[in-house]
C-alpha cells in the first residue's frame, strides 16, 4: 500500500497539520489509513487521544531511526494508505522513511528559510534514488497561504521552485482557524462545528481537493511504473 511521507527539517512548516488533514480525509472516504508518528513533539499521538479520532486510523508512535522501516513496512501490510509525519530536522531516520516513500510531500510556506529546508529535503530524496537505485515521487505543498493575497514572499518561492523544476501540488493549504482546532479538539474537519469555526466548509473543501490530488499522483506515479 502506498507509503506517503511528509518531510521538511525546518520546524513549522505545516508539516504535521498537513498530514492530519490528508489522513483524516482519506479516513472519511473510507480507507484504512496508519500514521507513522515519528516526530519528537508527537502532536498527531496527541491529537488521537481527543475525541473523535476515526476508528479506520491507526497511530504508531514512539519510532526510531532503527525501527522506523520496521513499523513501515508492518502498517504497509495493514493498511491502505501509511502516512510518516517526520522530525523536523535531516536524520538517519527522515532517509531511511523517504527511502521507503511512494510519494514524499514538502510542506513550505512563503519564506526563504523554508524553501531551503525543502531544497535540504530534496538533496536527501535526490541521495535515496541513487541508494535506491529508484525514482522517488516527491512535491512542495505550499502551506498557511492566505485565502485571497498572495505574498510577495510566496511568489519568489514559488517562482524558485517552478525554475528548479520541482512538481508543486496545484492545491496550497490555505490558513484557516478549522485546522488550529482540530489539533485543539480532535476529530476531524466534518466533525467540527460549523457555529463555532469560522470558514469551516471552505476549509474542509481545500483539505478534501488536496487529498484528491495526493491520490491523483500516487495513481499516476503507478501507472508509470506499469509502463516502465
Not at 498537513?18 to 508518528?37: C, Y
Not at 520496521?70 to 502498517?75: H, K, L, Q, T, V
Not at 497561504?145 to 518561492?157: E, F, H, I
Not at 471552505?202 to 481537493?209: D, F, L
Request: hydrophobic residues 45%; glycine residues 8%; charged residues 20%.
Amino acid at each position: 500500500m502506498p507509503v506517503i511521507a511528509f518531510a521538511n527539517p525546518k520546524g513549522g512548516a505545516g508539516k504535521t497539520t498537513t498530514a492530519l488533514l490528508l489522513a483524516t480525509e482519506l479516513a472519511n472516504k473510507g480507507a484504512l489509513v496508519t500514521i507513522i508518528d515519528a516526530d519528537p513533539e508527537r502532536w498527531i499521538s496527541q491529537w488521537g487521544k481527543l475525541p473523535g479520532k476515526p476508528d479506520s486510523v491507526t497511530i504508531v508512535g514512539d519510532v526510531t531511526e532503527d525501527s522506523v522501516v520496521d513499523a513501515i513496512d508492518a502498517a504497509a501490510g495493514n493498511a491502505q494508505f501509511v502516512i510518516v509525519d517526520l522530525e523536523g530536522t535531516a536524520s538517519l531516520m527522515v532517509a531511511n522513511a523517504i527511502g521507503m516513500a511512494d510519494l514524499v510531500v514538502i510542506p513550505i510556506q512563503g519564506s526563504s528559510m523554508d524553501a531551503k529546508g525543502g531544497a535540504k529535503t530534496i538533496r536527501l530524496i535526490r541521495n535515496q534514488e541513487k541508494m535506491t537505485r529508484r525514482k522517488i515521487e516527491h512535491a512542495v505543498v505550499l502551506t498557511r497561504t492566505g485565502a485571497a493575497v498572495t505574498s510577495r514572499a510566496l511568489r519568489n518561492v514559488t517562482e524558485q521552485l517552478q525554475a528548479g523544476g520541482i512538481d508543486i501540488f496545484q492545491t496550497a493549504i490555505v490558513e484557516r482557524a478549522a485546522y488550529r482546532d482540530l489539533m485543539d479538539f480532535g476529530g476531524t474537519l466534518s466533525g467540527l462545528n460549523p457555529s463555532q469555526t469560522s470558514n469551516l466548509e471552505k476549509a474542509i473543501t481545500n483539505a478534501r481537493e488536496f487529498a484528491g490530488e495526493v491520490v491523483a499522483k500516487l495513481k499516476a506515479a503507478a501507472n508509470r511504473e506499469k509502463a516502465a
